[in-house]
Every structure is written in C-alpha cells, then in structure tokens.
C-alpha cells in the first residue's frame, strides 16, 4: 500500500503562486506515472498534470504555461507549481501515483484562489 500526502494548498489572490507537495510513503522511482487532479465543486475530478518515470509530462490545455510538475527522487515527493493563478482554478487538488498493484491517491489540498 502507498500512501500519498499533499501540502501547501491555501487561500491566493488572483495572479499569485503556491507550490504543491506530495509525499510518497515509498520511492516514487517505483511508481510508473505520478500526477496532480483537481476537483472543483459540482464538477469532475480532472486531470492538471502528470509525469511517467520515463519523463514524459503531460498538462491539461488550461494551465499549460502556467503550472509545473516535477519530482524529487531522493525526497520522494512531487510538485506543482502554480503560477499566475486564475479563481477558475479553485479546487481540491489531489496526488496520485501508480504502479503494478493499483492506483493510489492522497486525501487533497484546498486551493482557493479569490478574484
């Protein structure tokens, strides 16, 4: 079982940056694909980004150019970085990992982003 905890959600103003942290309770080099979802109230849970061990990274058409998903091997954990935030942004955002066993997920930081 691996166990997933996001940080560093919270309240922004529009235009501003948060960086959010996922820790993994395993090495994430044995996670095949990590990624960030976000779920907005009344609304499904989607896809922002995600990253395979081979490196390919993929971001949703919404926040290209404005988000970054990276990952730290050595300190097991993944990273979004939010730039020039929208309130359209506004949502739970959740990690999630997988390997051969399944799918994982983390319980998911608020981030509120006020006009």
């Known amino acids: 079982q691996v166990q997933l905890v996001e940080s560093g959600g919270g309240l922004v103003q529009a235009g501003g940056s948060l960086r959010l942290s996922c820790v993994a309770s395993t090495s994430i080099s044995s996670l095949y694909a990590m990624g960030w979802h976000r779920q907005a109230p009344g609304k499904q849970r989607e896809l922002v980004a995600s990253m395979s061990t081979g490196g390919s990274i993929n971001y949703a058409d919404s926040v290209k150019g404005r988000f970054t998903i990276s990952r730290d091997n050595a300190k097991n954990t993944l990273y979004l970085q939010m730039n020039s935030l929208k309130p359209e942004d506004t949502a739970v955002y959740y990690c999630?990992?997988?390997?051969?066993?399944?799918?994982?997920w983390g319980q998911g930081t608020q981030v509120t982003v006020s006009s």
């Open positions: 999630n990992g997988r390997n051969i066993f399944g799918t994982y």
